[in-house]
């Protein structure tokens, strides 16, 4: 009777090693002083290491320093609170690849000693995707500036920053002036190449600190912060629009020319909201067209907030 209770005792720790070395999933036991104890397969293929190199190990015996201190904090903070624990973190595996997992912890209590079993889940396919994404948010695709949902973003920080500092931001609106006729003579695939080679111009007319958005066709947007006057603002506009007027672009063979209209406000003068501070911009660009394109206007010195 023993010897059929010790041979099914056997047979079913067989049965769990088995299973626990065929899961997908790198699994890992440590006792409460954060030593290893424990590994399955997945573990030791993750880790790069036999079981015999792992258990009696710690944390700092395995992984970089600030790795190490990282999962070391965590785990003496889950043995004092006791119950689970879930934390997202970037590892490299033996392969060497930095990978995104989730590591799930849950300490439990055998022959009157406590111990944390861990299991890390793999999540760098869908952090990657998940980055693609917010890329794909953030970025024009055609020009690869900034998006207009970038903007906001980049605009409603700036503003807060002002309002706390003390500095003056510009922002422009900018609509290319002669667009239009090349799109319509060339093609739409002549317009993109040339709205790619306006926006690289853009890019390297400004500071790498500065933020040039695409809005949509042959509109762009500008964001300067830290400047000292208004002066500077105008310096800025004066010099785009020079360096687009001197600029011959070369599209599928053709060389063409264009100039711009700017409007310009400032924050905090025209407003704390990125809404408050782009409608003053595009009232102040649509005077620099009435006034016969090629040129900037400002926003009035004493407006009505919108």
Known sequence: MEEDEQLDNIQAYELTQSII?????????????????????????????????IVGRSVFDLWNPDLARVYHEADVELFRAGGQQQYEAQVKGADGSLRDVIFHKAVFRSAGERYMAGAILDISARKHAERELEKVALTDTLTGAASRYHLNGVLDKACKMVVRQGHLMAIMSLDLDGFKPINDS???????????????LLRNSVRETDTVARLGGDEFALVFEGLTHRDDASDLAKNLLDRLAETAFHVFGQTVRLGASIGISFCPDHGRTPEQLLKWADFALYDAKRAGKGCYRMAPDSPKIL
Request: a negative charge; hydrophobic letters at 40%.
């Open 21 to 53: 070395n065929a899961l997908p999933v790198p699994i890992f036991v440590k006792d409460s002083d954060g030593v290893y104890v424990y590994c399955n397969r997945p573990f030791e293929a993750f880790v790069g290491r036999r079981i015999h190199e």
């Open 186 to 200: 060339f093609g739409h695939h002549a317009g993109d190449e040339l709205l790619v080679q306006v926006t690289a």
